[in-house]
T-cell receptor, first 116, second 117 residues
Framework: AQTVTQSQPEMSVQEAETVTLSCTYD???????LFWYKQPPSRQMILVIR??????QNATENRFSVNFQKAAKSFSLKISDSQLGDTAMYFC?????????????FGQGTRLTINP | DAGVIQSPRHEVTEMGQEVTLRCKPI?????LFWYRQTMMRGLELLIY????????DSGMPEDRFSAKMPNASFSTLKIQPSEPRDSAVYFC???????????????FGAGSRLTVL
């Protein structure tokens, strides 16, 4: 079974700083996708970024980028120039395409606080 | 598109009562998922449907939980009888599942916060 581990329950940084959230996963699959979701206090789950395992290039979305290390099964999220609105729970998630079904497996989450 | 719509947003009930949570997926999405979020266990997949058919219900905690999807635009998650340990936020999510052709993005509803006293 696939597992996703986020080893940092909480993080806190000052506004405008850069912060990196860690995520590791375990799978025997070769074809899969990884995601970072954000959950602000409103509790809405919002997709931040996704990465296809067969792509070497790290995904980037504006201030958000990932460091995908397939051999190490590591998928960290970097937030540059952090803003107060980035304060949220961040979840790393994995899905395999084996069997033709997409089931997201989530990590436990990292609570990120951006301080003014 | 209005997104995935869940109701109610909040429900407070007493132990032993029946609870029904509702979900309307995004039109055109063919897979629907029910997740439960608690502080202790994080986000757990309870059950998912593909083309209205339950595919995997291994995450359903016990027989008190049941889910249905009578048509492509509606699903329910029912708890009967409810217990205090069922208190959680329940999320519905939907996706246009392309199978092995590639991963689309799972879209979540706003969640239903259930409190069982």
């Amino acid at each position: 079974a696939q597992t996703v581990t986020q080893s940092q329950p909480e993080m806190s940084v000052q506004e405008a700083e850069t912060v990196t959230l860690s995520c590791t996963y375990d799978t025997s699959e070769n074809n899969y996708y990884l995601f970072w979701y954000k959950q602000p206090p409103s509790r809405q789950m919002i997709l931040v970024i996704r990465q296809e395992a067969y792509k070497q290039q790290n995904a980037t979305e504006n201030r958000f980028s990932v460091n995908f290390q397939k051999a190490a099964k590591s998928f960290s999220l970097k937030i540059s120039d952090s803003q107060l609105g980035d304060t949220a729970m961040y979840f790393c998630a994995f899905t395999s395409l084996r069997g033709g079904a997409q089931k997201l497996v989530f990590g436990q989450g990292t609570r990120l606080t951006i301080n003014p | 598109d209005a997104g995935v719509i869940q109701s109610p947003r909040h429900e407070v009930t007493e132990m032993g009562q029946e609870v029904t949570l509702r979900c309307k997926p995004i039109s055109g999405h063919n897979s629907l998922f029910w997740y439960r979020q608690t502080m202790m266990r994080g986000l757990e997949l309870l059950i998912y449907f593909n083309n209205n058919v339950p595919i995997d219900d291994s995450g359903m905690p016990e027989d008190r939980f049941s889910a249905k999807m009578p048509n492509a635009s509606f699903s329910t998650l029912k708890i009967q009888p409810s217990e205090p340990r069922d208190s959680a936020v329940y999320f519905c999510a939907s996706i246009r599942d392309r199978g092995s052709a590639g991963a689309n993005v799972l879209t979540f509803g706003a969640g239903s916060r259930l409190t069982v006293l």
